[in-house]
């Protein structure tokens, strides 16, 4: 019984801190956002997605992900026509922006609403895809 | 910042004051935006120690509704602060509520009508037409409830081949530059035939 106690307040003494520094550690990794996606977990599906770009026209021409679609909500009817013709539902839809935006949610959400479906955000946006990618 | 746009309003305006708060003067050297939707102006480039500016950011709402938040990037020529970042939230009322925004075929479907519901979400605002902008699709409208609720039915001309379409929800809201809202339909390939990106 006392080996029992003992281990319990050991366990309390590892546990607590932890609990706190997985709270407010001022390095915690923010939580995922609404219907975001690692990196690593698209990499993994070893299957074809259909990728947006949600930056502006500029920085899409600049560079993008191979094959991705460009799509914002400056140019949304220009844009949209090619997305839904490639997207029903057959291959998941992943939505990027720049590391610090929020067009990409945005972009999303309103894909969402369409109907269109499976989407998400990838988590750290273009800049997470070239380290990715080098 | 937050703004809070009426229904009325297409693009809405924040100003952002500053002052040179160091002993030496400040260069901004450019201004950038996160969206074409978001153009910034400045008063002027050099800033003498203690001076004030305004930085004045206009935002174009065009068929955006909800939350929107912008950044606005602002470069210095000083060492201890080369970029500062403004952040900017938007809040547009809902003047349409489209449910579904899209419908869709599957190509070979029977081209038979489908419906998109319309909701006014003010008592100023009607709707006054639904106008498909492309022929392969025939669009109608009708009045629900008085004002209130719309009923708009799309209808493909062929279902053989793939094509995208839009239709343009004329509001008569406000008078002077009255707002339009787009739904959207389209005739695509079976899931199972779709080829990958």
């Known amino acids: ?134 | 910042m937050e703004l809070h746009p009426s229904m009325s309003d297409t693009n809405v305006v924040a100003q952002y004051a500053f002052h040179n708060g160091g002993t030496y003067p400040v260069a901004i050297d450019s201004v950038k935006t996160s969206c074409g939707c978001t153009t910034a102006t400045l008063d002027k480039k050099n800033y003498a120690p203690g001076e004030k500016g305004e930085i004045s950011v206009n935002f174009d709402i065009g068929q955006r509704v909800g939350e929107q938040q912008k950044e606005i990037m602002v470069f210095t020529n000083d060492p201890r602060e080369m970029m500062v970042l403004l952040r900017m939230k938007i809040l547009i009322p809902e003047v349409l509520r489209i449910a579904p925004p899209f419908v869709s075929w599957e190509k070979g479907e029977a081209a038979q009508a489908k419906s998109i519901r319309v909701e006014v979400m003010s008592t100023n605002v009607h709707v006054v037409a639904a106008l498909s902008g492309a022929d392969a699709f025939k669009s109608e409208l009708r009045e629900i409830t008085a004002g209130h609720e719309y009923q708009v039915l799309v209808t493909p001309v062929t279902t053989t081949n793939q094509m995208v379409g839009t239709i343009r929800l004329q509001t008569d809201f406000p008078s002077d530059r009255p707002r339009s809202f787009n739904a959207y339909a389209a005739v695509r390939e079976k899931a199972s035939l779709l080829s990958a990106p």
Do not use: F
């Open chain 1, 1 to 134: 019984m006392k080996v029992l106690k003992q281990m319990l307040a050991i366990a309390l003494v590892a546990i607590l801190p932890a609990l706190v520094s997985a709270r407010w550690h001022p390095r915690r990794p923010a939580p995922p956002g609404e219907g975001e996606i690692e990196i690593s977990v698209v990499r993994a599906w070893k299957k074809p997605v259909l990728w947006i770009d949600a930056r502006p026209a500029p920085d899409y021409a600049r560079e993008h992900v191979p094959g991705a679609l460009s799509l914002n909500e400056d140019a949304w009817d220009a844009g949209i026509s090619e997305v839904v013709l490639r997207a029903n539902g057959s291959v998941p839809l992943i939505v990027y922006c720049g590391a610090d935006c929020n067009a990409s949610a945005q972009v999303a959400h309103r894909l969402r609403q369409m109907g269109l479906q499976p989407v998400y955000v990838l988590k750290g946006g273009w800049e997470t895809w070239k380290r990715d990618h080098p």
